[in-house]
T-cell receptor, first 112, second 110 residues
Framework: NAGVTQTPKFRVLKTGQSMTLLCAQD?????MYWYRQDPGMGLRLIHY???????AKGEVPDGYNVSRLKKQNFLLGLESAAPSQTSVYFC???????????FGPGTRLTVT | KNEVEQSPQNLTAQEGEFITINCSYS?????LHWLQQHPGGGIVSLFM???GKKKHGRLIATINIQEKHSSLHITASHPRDSAVYIC????????????FGKGTKLSVKP
């Protein structure tokens, strides 16, 4: 089992460009999350999903969109990247609502 | 106002020392997690607990629900324990998302 994978691992964007981050899990987990990690701050929730076809906003959703068309995949989109979105993005998944979360390796995004 | 506070922010220890990292939270929770983030960036779950104490190898985690406080202890510390240790909580009303502390950066010198 691969667990939770994220692609790409690194990306540099220019302001205004768009991109999609892909998170995939092979553990049949219902719950999936996108977090961002910035220096001096704890991880913060961007969006989450409680099952296939569902998404909801987290703490810092502005500038991002998500989709969960298949249970195993959770996509995070940036329509018009801004320097404030420079961060490390982590995807996580869990089987139970308040269960152990499994994290992907992270995507380091730089917006210039 | 941070809902999850960790102390200390940074900790340097000599190999073999006993280490304690503290976590306090201000909200009702259903579970508390201790996570480890190595310099390469990957995040691994160490413990999930809602009461009492758990032990895994040289790591021990305790929680006091009444005092809203948890501790992570490392016995006989080793340089490979050098990492950022993160406390995170599931709030009782959450949809499963975690609220994170800012982390404690531990460096163990040989």
């Amino acid at each position: 089992n691969a667990g939770v994978t994220q692609t790409p691992k690194f990306r540099v964007l220019k302001t205004g460009q768009s991109m999609t981050l892909l998170c995939a899990q092979d553990m049949n987990h219902e719950y999936m999350y996108w977090y961002r990690q910035d220096p001096g701050m704890g991880l913060r929730l961007i969006h989450y999903s409680v099952g296939e076809g569902t998404t909801a906003k987290g703490e810092v959703p502005d500038g991002y969109n998500v989709s969960r068309l298949k249970k195993q995949n959770f996509l995070l989109g940036l329509e018009s990247a801004a320097p404030s979105q420079t961060s490390v993005y982590f995807c996580a998944s869990s089987y139970f609502r308040n269960g152990e979360q499994y994290f992907g390796p992270g995507t380091r995004l730089t917006v210039t | 106002k941070n809902e999850v506070e960790q102390s200390p922010q940074n900790l340097t220890a000599q190999e073999g020392e006993f280490i304690t990292i503290n976590c306090s939270y201000s909200v009702g929770i259903s579970a508390l997690h201790w996570l480890q983030q190595h310099p390469g960036g990957g995040i691994v779950s160490l413990f999930m607990l809602s009461s009492g104490k758990k032990k895994h190898g040289r790591l021990i985690a305790t929680i006091n629900i009444q005092e809203k406080h948890s501790s992570l202890h490392i016995t006989a510390s080793h340089p490979r324990d050098s990492a950022v240790y993160i406390c995170a909580v599931h709030m009782g009303t959450s949809q499963g998302n975690l609220i994170f502390g800012k982390g404690t950066k531990l460096s163990v010198k040989p």
